[in-house]
Structure formats: structure tokens, C-alpha cells
């Protein structure tokens, strides 16, 4: 069993940046790929990136590709999400998650519990 904490969101203007963090509990972090999706109200919950489990593979949205960069440390048992070039587009409940190398949702096992980001114009 994995429990994701996300941490790191904010309020932020168009232009800026943050850096999202996903702290896993438990030993088998390292065998899991990690994904970050994003859902804005009124939306369906999208994908956004995942690395795979051992850090060297990651893919991205095309929205988000180029800005946004997917990475791990599996000694911390953590997964970072750095966005640049926030865009207000970019508003949404940001989810972190634990499964099998995927942009689907169906593919992953353990959800946290998401952190808002808000970029405003």
C-alpha cells in the first residue's frame, strides 16, 4: 500500500513557477511509476506527466510540454512536478499517483488527496 501527500501549490501569476511535491509512504515506491494529472472545475480529471519507476522515461501532455518537467528521488520517496510558464489554463486541483506507466487514470492504484494551483492573469 502507497499514501501520496501532494504539497506545494499556490496561488501564482501568469509568467511564475512552482514546484509541486508528492511524498509516498511505504517501501514499494520505487517499483511504482508516477503520473500527476489536473482537474479544473467543471472538467474531467486530465493527465499531465509520468516518470516511470526507475526515473529514466517520462511523458508529458502536449499542453504542458516544454513548461512542466516530471521528476523522482527514490531515496526522499518522492515525485516533483516544476511548472513553468504558469498559464491560467493551468488552474486545477493537481493529483499525484502510483501505478503502472500510463497517461491513463485507470492505470494507477494510489491517488493523493491534491493541491490547487491557481495562476492568475
Known amino acids: 500500500q502507497v499514501q501520496l501527500v501532494e504539497s506545494g501549490g499556490g496561488l501564482v501569476q501568469a509568467g511564475g513557477s512552482l514546484r509541486l511535491s508528492c511524498a509516498a509512504s511505504?517501501?514499494?515506491?520505487?517499483?511504482?511509476?508516477m503520473g500527476w494529472f489536473r482537474q479544473a472545475p467543471g472538467k474531467e480529471r486530465e493527465f499531465v506527466a509520468v516518470?516511470?519507476?526507475?526515473?529514466?522515461?517520462?511523458y508529458y501532455a502536449d499542453s504542458v510540454k516544454g513548461r512542466f518537467t516530471i521528476s523522482r528521488d527514490n531515496v526522499k520517496n518522492t515525485v516533483y512536478l516544476q511548472m513553468n510558464s504558469l498559464k491560467p489554463e493551468d488552474t486545477a486541483v493537481y493529483y499525484c499517483?502510483?501505478?503502472?506507466?500510463?497517461?491513463?487514470?485507470?492505470?494507477?492504484?494510489?491517488w493523493g488527496q491534491g493541491t490547487q494551483v491557481t495562476v492568475s492573469s
Open positions: 499517483a502510483a501505478g503502472n506507466y500510463s497517461w491513463r487514470a485507470d492505470a494507477y492504484d494510489h
Open positions: 511505504g517501501r514499494t515506491f520505487s517499483t511504482y511509476a
Open positions: 516518470i516511470s519507476w526507475r526515473g529514466s522515461t517520462a
